[in-house]
């Protein structure tokens, strides 16, 4: 991923992975969850029904290939699993807030995993504490299960999740682990990814369809938004849990989130890129010698600018992979350090060069001033600073962990403030017409850009 935002603190959210009827389900988790890494580095885990019917979860803090040993695959036998990758979004990064979830009702053990953000979470908890509900963790999945273990006795499982996902607000792409089955349901908006795959005789539900890929399965479809899956014995089973779905998926997971070859909602994720390239040409054609991209997730939307320009797209910048993990997220002292560890401008390239530079976005500014000056200082005669997006100008409450917006640059500052901060010779944003047509439809969360959030926001506060 675009290492910039590294540094900017705009983080993927999480990636939650479901299988059922799969030989050997903890070995073809624990590839899938590396292909949905990318959504998250903090923490990992994995929730198994047993041959005897028991939940075994094992998690950690890591890496996937960190926090699950040989042994510790071996020890989760079964062929139907939940998974998780994480990084903390609106909660901190306790041991305590590693999903899967683990609980119980009335109703027997369950496990959950879940990615995005429930924006009248506030009110449901207090709600549940008043009766009687005590909470181990900060997150957001933990109120979710709760919510599910609330429903009455006579409810079955699938009634008890459509209730639960019918009171809540907000983005959640999530899977549940319980009776042997696999759960999954998406929010009525659809903020979040989340596929459907075959794999044998079984089936696959990943965040992305990278994670399809990995394990060789065969995407079926998406999950709808509004709507609840339900895997067993009986096969697949579909349900609405809320009849007023209004697609809205994210455009930041089209933009800068999701890998270039997952494919969203029939949209292939490079492709995506490759088109908003060439709509910011058309929209900002800039006098330049070479197309240069910040590494890496601007990499598809620079080939699509230099390829309407027909310009050279170079190497101006490398990228060191093997940079420490103190550097990738440093507090405010490290990340001029911290930049310039992980990115380089290559002299020979830049050098009495105009250099058009493509970005998905800018988030507090920083990292693009420091880009810039270092182009400078290798030689570029110009760098005119090209955004594959519009400005980014408010939080989010859906799942991102955007700073609050006096830390957005974008938020308090014209186009021409922004060019002078970051030294630029220009300064140019995708426009939000250009991205719906980049997308062929308008069902996308722009709300990061415009203040448009599509649902209440309850207590939220920016
Ligand atoms: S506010 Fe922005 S980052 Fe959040 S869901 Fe909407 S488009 Fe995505």
Redesign the pocket.
């Known amino acids: 991923m675009d290492c910039s935002h590294c540094f900017e603190e705009l983080h993927e959210e999480c990636g939650v992975l479901g299988l059922y009827g799969v030989g050997d389900a903890s070995r073809s988790a624990f590839l899938a969850l590396q292909a949905l890494q990318h959504r998250g580095q903090q923490a990992c885990g994995l929730a198994m029904a047993g041959p005897d019917g028991q939940l075994q979860v094992h998690k950690g803090a890591g890496l996937v290939k960190d926090v699950f040993s040989e042994r510790a695959l071996a020890g989760l036998e079964g062929c139907t699993c939940i998974g998780h990758v994480r990084y903390p979004t609106t909660d901190v990064g306790g041991m305590e807030n590693i999903q899967p979830f683990l609980l119980a009702c009335h109703a027997g053990r369950f496990a959950l995993a879940h990615n995005g953000n429930i924006v009248n979470a506030a009110s449901i908890k207090t709600r549940l504490e008043s009766l009687g509900h005590l909470f181990s963790s900060t997150s957001d999945s933990e109120l979710i299960a709760h919510l599910i273990g609330t429903g009455p006795k006579s409810q079955g499982w699938t009634e008890k999740i459509m209730a639960a996902a019918n009171q809540l607000d907000g983005?959640f792409s999530t899977v549940v682990l319980a009776d042997g089955r696999l759960y999954a349901f998406r929010d009525k908006y659809g903020?979040r990814p989340l596929s459907i795959g075959r794999l044998g005789g079984g089936y696959v539900i990943a965040s992305e369809t990278c994670a399809l890929d990995a394990l060789g399965a065969g995407f079926e479809r998406d999950i709808a938004p509004g709507e609840l899956v339900v895997i067993g014995p009986e096969g697949l089973q579909s349900f609405r849990h809320s009849r007023h779905a209004e697609r809205?998926m994210?455009?930041?997971?089209y933009i800068y989130f999701a890998r270039p070859d997952s494919v969203i909602e029939g949209i292939g994720v490079h492709a995506f890129r490759k088109r908003t390239g060439r709509l910011l040409f058309e929209e900002h054609p800039v006098p330049a010698d070479i197309v240069v991209n910040v590494p890496e997730s601007s990499m598809s939307a620079a080939v699509g600018y230099a390829e309407a320009a027909g310009l050279p797209l170079e190497t101006g910048l490398v990228k060191n992979m093997y940079v420490a993990r103190t550097f990738i997220q440093p507090d405010q002292s490290m990340r001029d350090v911290g930049v310039r560890m992980k990115l380089s401008p290559v002299r020979s390239i830049v050098h009495g060069r105009r250099i058009a530079l493509v970005d998905d976005s800018i988030v507090r500014g920083t990292t693009s001033r420091q880009i810039v000056r270092m182009l400078r200082d290798a030689g570029a005669t110009e760098v005119h600073m090209l955004i594959a997006s519009p400005k980014y100008a408010?939080p989010?409450?859906?799942?991102?962990d955007?700073a609050s917006r006096d830390q957005l640059i974008g938020s308090d500052h014209s186009e021409r403030q922004i060019c002078a901060y970051i030294g630029a010779d220009s300064l140019h944003y995708l426009s939000e017409r250009a991205l719906f047509e980049a997308a062929g439809h308008t069902g996308?969360?722009?709300?990061?850009?415009n203040g448009a959030?599509p649902t209440s926001l309850y207590d939220r506060k920016f």
């Open positions: 983005a903020f809205r994210c455009a930041m997971e408010w989010c409450f859906y799942g991102i955007t996308l969360c722009t709300a990061c850009f959030y």
